[in-house]
């Protein structure tokens, strides 16, 4: 049963030696964090596509079965939804209202994605994810049920931790996000050599916020690049949302059954500090331990960088770039797992003076390099975020921080 569930979306979940699914009601949450006295930490499944959406000996609380619900609210323009909704869900509902949210690059990933800051082609121009949350409801890792909004609580170290470490400190059962108006998009697909790759970014950053870039690096001498405009330009294509997007790269040719981790990293303007990266990411590329390996980036700046530091969970404001590095591997195969993951930290080795943050998008507390995540992930605001789990998550049903 838990492994049909998680067939669908998630074959490294399916194959972990979970205990199982736990698929409370709502109002069950705080008694069963609460008392919770089973193996820690509990996993949670929003839209269950990380990979410690269920991990061996460990219980996963699905919120997919009784939090789908998605409300439209006319009076302000908002959307409430339930955290097992997948983004493709919520940006789907939208529509008939003709409106959207700054989803990401696929509508498969679930609340995960807001909660831990969340980038799209559209958040140069209205921010991160996060940043569009006017309220969470929840319970604490402790059992405390809170509901919080930005009115009211944005401020208190609560809402910051929410807003970007939420995984840490509690279940969030229920988000309200404020929308914008759904309007076309023009994209541009091409390929292009590893030679291209720092002019197409310093063009990137010359342009206005209504244009973003992505790249995706996933053979030995080509990539893809994709880039999503709001102003109408001739000669590419219309797309009429978000909820079109083309995927940015093919899936990996041949293994049916992958497991692999992603490591997100987030730096600063200067595409120009690429210039000397590049030959070395072109050895790594082609040294790849499996075809599917692969590394992809994402713009952000402008509205993103518009938001206080302190407001959020997510530190990196003046983040101009998240590459992420993809390693991946067949199913079991525990030597080629070793490779690709010795492969992601010799890229992320290279990149690292040039994106020296974390965009902790998926939790790695089963990797060696979890806590340096933590440290590049939330630097200075650690400390204060780790005291803020001591007091909402006592007894560390959640994932250590
Ligand atoms: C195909 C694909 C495309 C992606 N594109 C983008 C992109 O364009 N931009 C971007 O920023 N990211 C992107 N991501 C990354 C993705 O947003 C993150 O990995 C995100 O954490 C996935 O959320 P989830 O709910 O699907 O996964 P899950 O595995 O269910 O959850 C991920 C983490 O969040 C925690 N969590 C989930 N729900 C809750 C909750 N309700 N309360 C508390 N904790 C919770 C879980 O404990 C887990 O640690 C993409 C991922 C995929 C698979």
Avoid at 85 to 104: D, Q, S, Y
Avoid at 143 to 153: M, W
């Amino acid at each position: 049963m838990d492994q049909d569930f998680w067939c669908e979306v998630n074959p490294q979940a399916a194959d972990a030696r979970s205990r199982g699914l736990l698929r409370p009601q709502p109002g069950d949450l705080p008694d069963l964090l609460g008392g919770w006295c089973g193996p820690r930490p509990l996993r949670i499944s929003g839209g269950g596509t990380s990979s410690r959406a269920a991990a061996t000996g460990q219980w996963t609380l699905d919120l997919r079965g009784s939090l789908k619900q998605i409300v439209w609210n006319p009076d302000d323009q908002t959307v409430r939804f339930g955290a097992g909704c997948r983004m493709g869900e919520v940006l789907e509902a939208l529509l008939p209202h003709g409106r959207t949210i700054p989803a990401g690059l696929s509508g498969r990933p679930g609340s995960g994605y807001v909660l831990t800051g969340g980038m799209g082609p559209l958040s140069r121009r209205l921010g991160l994810a996060v940043d569009q949350v006017l309220a969470f409801s929840g319970v604490w890792g402790g059992g405390q049920p809170f509901a919080l909004s930005r009115d009211l609580n944005q401020g208190m170290a609560e809402w910051r931790g929410l807003c970007g470490a939420a995984p840490f400190l509690g279940v969030v059962s229920e988000l309200v996000l404020t929308t914008h108006p759904l309007e076309p998009l023009w994209i541009e697909r091409s390929g292009g050599g590893p030679d291209q790759l720092v002019d197409r970014m310093a063009a990137a950053e010359a342009a206005d916020s209504d244009r973003s870039l992505q790249w995706h690096w996933g053979a030995d001498a080509e990539l893809q690049f994709l880039w999503v405009s709001g102003a109408e330009q001739q000669g590419l294509e219309r797309i009429d949302g978000l909820h079109q997007l083309p995927s940015l790269a093919p899936s990996p040719p041949g293994s049916p059954r992958l497991h692999g981790e992603v490591v997100g990293l987030l730096g600063g303007a200067g595409a120009e500090k690429w210039r000397p990266l590049v030959a070395g990411l072109r050895t790594l590329m082609a040294q790849r331990p499996h075809a599917g390996c692969n590394v992809a980036c994402q713009q952000l700046g402008g509205a993103t960088s518009r938001i206080p530091v302190e407001t959020t969970s997510f530190v990196h404001r003046d983040a101009v770039w998240k590459p992420w590095i993809t390693a991946v591997w067949p199913a079991g195969d525990l030597d080629a797992r070793q490779k690709s993951l010795a492969w992601l930290e010799q890229v992320w080795q290279l990149l690292n003076p040039v994106c020296p943050g974390v965009h902790l998008a998926q939790i790695h507390d089963h990797l060696p390099f979890h806590h340096e995540e933590l440290e590049q992930a939330f630097g200075a605001w650690l400390p204060r975020l780790r005291s803020l789990k001591a007091r909402l998550d006592p007894e560390g049903n959640l994932p250590t921080l």
